[in-house]
């Protein structure tokens, strides 16, 4: 069993800032990639940002620039640093895992936290 669970999420005022946090923990081999992405009220859910562990970070493109991912692997967790928060921006965002166990690929989902971002 993994376990995901997501922290940081609220409501801010257009041009503040938020940091979310999440942690796994349970039976993980091998990490991956860890990343976060969101889904708005009838969007499909997209990429926010993610990142292999050892390698770049890679940003949808409605991010870039204003949000940061960041991964302390001693800890297993992900962190997402999103500055200039915009209205669109608001959505549940989703903590997401994938792992290696034998040549065998798992992804894992956290439980969502929601951003508003909203005057």
């Known amino acids: 069993q993994v376990q995901l669970v997501e922290s940081g999420g609220g409501l801010v005022q257009p041009g503040e800032s938020l940091r979310l946090s999440c942690a796994a923990s349970g039976s993980i081999f091998s990490i991956r990639t860890m990343g976060w992405y969101r889904q708005a009220p009838g969007k499909e859910r997209e990429l926010v940002a993610d990142k292999t562990i050892g390698g770049s970070p890679n940003y949808g493109d409605s991010v870039k620039g204003r949000f940061t991912i960041s991964i302390d692997s001693a800890k297993n967790t992900v962190y997402l640093q999103m500055n200039s928060l915009k209205p669109e921006d608001t959505a549940v965002y989703y903590c997401?895992?994938?792992?290696?166990?034998?040549?065998?690929?798992?992804?894992?989902w956290g439980q969502g936290t929601q951003v508003t971002v909203s005057s």
């Open positions: 997401n895992l994938r792992t290696q166990r034998a040549l065998t690929n798992y992804m894992y």
